[in-house]
Structures are given as C-alpha cells and as structure tokens.
C-alpha cells in the first residue's frame, strides 16, 4: 500500500484523536493530500485537504474541530481532531493527489462514543 494510515480508534465524544498518512515509494513533490471519511450505506466524503502549498479546505462539519497539516518532506498528512462527537464516527482514508492518479489508503475506523 502506498498510502498508510494510522492513529484511529475509540474515543468518548468531546476527546480527541490524531490521524497520520504517509505516502512511502516512488511519491515526489505531491499535490493535494487529504482526509475523507464514510459510513455505511454512504458515500465517501471529503472532511479536509491540503495542498502543496499548505492552503486547507474543511467540511463545514468540521470547521473550527479539525486541522489539516502536512510533512511535505515526509509525504506525511496529519488530521488533528478535536470536541469529537458521536456523528464523526466512520472510516477515515487519506488521499494523495500525485501526477493526477488518486491514491487512497485503506482506511482506519474512528469510533465515538456518547
């Protein structure tokens, strides 16, 4: 997998977890990375992106909750979450945008409890 994420789990509503993703091989100078999240039943969802240039987009959901950050020498994206709440609770997967081809990690399950 070129994309690896890491840093989901179990948190009780109003706590906090942070996701790392990064890109290891061939990846150089990546455009856009980011976060979309999905739950069953739905579609996969944009929750933040960044791009090379360090310039976010967020989710209104998650305005003022979550930050977007990157590593551009690691290929590493970061998502800081933070007051989360119950609905936030679904797969999260990284996202890099390298010579217009998508890659996707595989996902890690974020759970929060009420």
């Known amino acids: 997998e070129p994309l690896q994420a890491s840093g989901g789990g179990l948190v009780q509503a109003g706590g906090s977890l942070r996701l790392s993703c990064a890109a290891s091989?061939?990846?150089?100078?990546?455009?856009?990375m980011g976060w979309y999240r999905q739950t069953p039943g739905k579609q996969r969802e944009l929750v933040a992106v960044?791009?090379?240039?360090?310039?976010?987009n967020y989710a209104d959901s998650v305005k003022g909750r979550f930050t977007v950050s990157r590593d551009n020498a690691k290929n590493t994206v970061y998502l800081q979450m933070n007051s989360l709440k119950p609905e936030y609770t679904a797969v999260y997967y990284c996202?890099?945008?390298?010579?217009?081809?998508?890659?996707w990690g595989k996902g890690t399950l974020v759970t929060v409890s009420s």
């Open positions: 996202n890099a945008d390298y010579r217009r081809i998508n890659y």
């Open positions: 091989g061939k990846f150089f100078s990546i455009n856009d």
């Open positions: 960044i791009t090379s240039g360090g310039i976010t």
